[in-house]
């Protein structure tokens, strides 16, 4: 092809320019061509060349459509691409819509044999050659069908440098020269050249299609997902072998791959049906099925029925509450007071279930402290008794720690966090 200055070029477009040209950071250097490396028009001024962006991108691919892409991220069945450049668009004031920046491209239409998760094919970084199979709602491609589809530029996950072709190794196509590296990658024809595919190079034979992968390397392959979410120096550094860890492999996912909020199982506080909402349910709050919501919302609900769920609700409240104990905050404690004090002075009126004397961060009592009570009743009914209580001469003081006093002022003072310390019962 002729370099000539005002050219439109794309990435991987080779360049006929002097050795000793002085060249910008959108032309690099790759086996003795240059070649650019983003989509713009070539400037040649006074033996300096470089390529300029005007900033825009590409128009929505349409189906049929060749697009040039950069991995940006790997689900367990999809890999995720961002658009660089559509071939035969030559106008460099092209717009792009937001829902049309990125492709996706699923695992089965990657190369033509099974492999578990696109991590195995391609990673990110690589840049990929792809025909678009989908345009609407969202762009969904394809490097299969076509010997010219597939990766065209990928670097080691170590090192950072360009892969090499090789195929010393059965079932992995790409090597490091600087490392011991080894991967495989769906190659295009154009791996090591850009979209300008060359004559005469057919790399089809090493990604082995419709072929069965080796022992070694399938036990190298991504099953259950267990690549897609490492970059691609976690990957380098935990092995091609590893196990994925168990926060991972709770994340449900969706068809695209893309982690989903988990399901709690609860019942309609208004109908009484069993449901599922993607949040851990509260108790004494409400609770409602998809088709409750849309009657409450619609203003639907009788009055009958929410006063139902009101009942619901408070006795949910009393349950919890019984489960939790009641806390209530003491004020006025001598400083040399002891957990078996207090202990002594309050059990008389209520079973406790715990006793904290808060600290400073020198372990000095600070006069203050939390006890909670195993029964709600019993512990409100306690604080009301125990008005005149003293303890090495000072009176205590109790008040429920919520109860927006000076419990909760105690309370808050207690989060803060400062280096205070408790001894616990």
């Given at each position: 092809?002729n370099?000539?200055?005002?050219?439109?070029?794309t990435?991987?477009?080779?360049?006929?320019?002097e050795?000793?040209?002085?060249?910008?950071?959108g032309?690099?250097?790759?086996?003795?061509?240059?070649?650019?490396?983003?989509?713009?028009?070539?400037?040649?001024?006074?033996?300096?060349?470089?390529?300029?962006?005007?900033?825009s991108?590409?128009?929505?691919?349409?189906e049929?459509?060749?697009?040039?892409?950069?991995?940006?991220?790997?689900?367990?069945?999809?890999?995720?691409?961002?658009?660089?450049?559509?071939?035969?668009?030559?106008?460099?004031?092209?717009?792009?819509?937001?829902?049309?920046?990125?492709?996706d491209?699923?695992?089965s239409?990657?190369?033509?044999?099974?492999?578990?998760?696109?991590?195995d094919?391609?990673?990110?970084?690589?840049?990929?050659?792809?025909?678009?199979?989908?345009?609407?709602?969202m762009?969904?491609a394809?490097?299969?069908?076509?010997?010219?589809?597939?990766?065209?530029?990928?670097?080691?996950?170590?090192?950072?440098?360009?892969?090499?072709?090789?195929?010393?190794?059965?079932?992995?196509?790409?090597?490091?020269?600087?490392?011991?590296?080894?991967?495989?990658?769906?190659?295009?024809n154009?791996?090591g050249?850009?979209?300008?595919?060359?004559?005469?190079?057919?790399?089809?034979p090493?990604?082995?299609?419709?072929?069965?992968?080796?022992?070694?390397?399938?036990?190298?392959?991504?099953?259950?997902?267990?690549?897609?979410?490492?970059s691609?120096?976690?990957?380098?550094?935990?092995?091609?072998?590893?196990?994925?860890?168990?926060?991972?492999?709770?994340?449900?996912?969706?068809r695209?791959?893309?982690?989903?909020?988990?399901?709690?199982?609860t019942?309609?506080?208004?109908?009484?049906?069993?449901?599922?909402?993607?949040?851990?349910?509260?108790?004494?709050?409400?609770?409602?099925?998809?088709?409750?919501m849309?009657?409450?919302?619609?203003?639907?609900?009788t009055?009958?029925?929410?006063?139902?769920?009101?009942?619901?609700?408070?006795?949910?409240?009393?349950?919890a509450?019984?489960?939790?104990?009641?806390?209530?905050?003491?004020g006025?404690?001598?400083?040399?007071?002891?957990?078996?004090?207090?202990?002594?002075?309050v059990?008389?009126?209520?079973?406790?279930?715990?006793?904290?004397?808060?600290?400073?961060?020198?372990?000095?009592?600070?006069?203050?402290?939390?006890?909670?009570?195993?029964?709600?009743?019993?512990?409100?009914?306690?604080?009301?008794?125990?008005?005149?209580?003293k303890?090495?001469?000072?009176?205590l003081?109790?008040?429920e720690?919520?109860?927006?006093?000076?419990?909760?002022?105690?309370?808050?003072?207690?989060?803060?966090?400062?280096?205070?310390?408790?001894?616990?019962?």
């Amino acid at each position: 092809m002729n370099t000539s200055d005002g050219m439109f070029v794309t990435p991987g477009t080779t360049l006929n320019l002097e050795d000793d040209v002085v060249t910008g950071s959108g032309i690099g250097r790759h086996q003795d061509q240059w070649v650019a490396l983003r989509s713009g028009t070539l400037s040649i001024t006074e033996d300096v060349a470089d390529v300029v962006t005007s900033g825009s991108t590409p128009l929505i691919p349409q189906e049929g459509e060749i697009i040039i892409g950069r991995v940006s991220r790997l689900h367990s069945k999809t890999a995720e691409i961002v658009i660089l450049h559509i071939e035969g668009r030559q106008d460099p004031n092209r717009t792009l819509d937001a829902l049309h920046r990125t492709a996706d491209i699923f695992v089965s239409e990657i190369v033509d044999r099974f492999m578990p998760s696109p991590g195995d094919g391609m990673r990110s970084r690589d840049i990929v050659r792809a025909r678009v199979i989908k345009s609407e709602p969202m762009v969904k491609a394809s490097c299969k069908g076509d010997p010219s589809l597939g990766v065209l530029h990928s670097i080691c996950p170590a090192c950072g440098i360009f892969l090499e072709v090789s195929d010393k190794t059965p079932d992995q196509n790409v090597a490091c020269v600087r490392c011991d590296y080894t991967g495989y990658r769906a190659l295009s024809n154009g791996y090591g050249h850009g979209h300008m595919i060359p004559e005469g190079v057919d790399l089809t034979p090493l990604n082995r299609g419709g072929e069965r992968w080796t022992a070694e390397m399938d036990g190298r392959l991504g099953h259950d997902g267990a690549r897609p979410y490492l970059s691609p120096m976690a990957d380098y550094r935990r092995g091609e072998n590893h196990k994925m860890p168990d926060s991972q492999i709770r994340r449900p996912t969706g068809r695209d791959g893309r982690p989903r909020r988990e399901m709690h199982a609860t019942t309609c506080t208004l109908c009484g049906t069993a449901t599922k909402v993607p949040f851990e349910p509260t108790p004494g709050k409400p609770i409602r099925c998809r088709d409750c919501m849309d009657k409450v919302k619609g203003g639907d609900a009788t009055k009958e029925e929410l006063a139902k769920e009101r009942e619901v609700i408070n006795s949910m409240r009393k349950d919890a509450e019984k489960a939790a104990g009641l806390k209530v905050f003491v004020g006025g404690l001598p400083h040399s007071a002891t957990e078996e004090e207090i202990r002594e002075v309050v059990e008389p009126h209520g079973s406790l279930r715990k006793i904290d004397i808060v600290t400073d961060r020198d372990g000095s009592p600070k006069g203050f402290g939390f006890i909670v009570f195993d029964n709600p009743e019993q512990g409100r009914t306690a604080i009301k008794a125990m008005k005149d209580i003293k303890l090495g001469g000072r009176r205590l003081r109790f008040e429920e720690a919520n109860s927006g006093g000076g419990g909760r002022r105690g309370g808050r003072g207690d989060n803060k966090g400062h280096g205070d310390r408790r001894r616990r019962n």
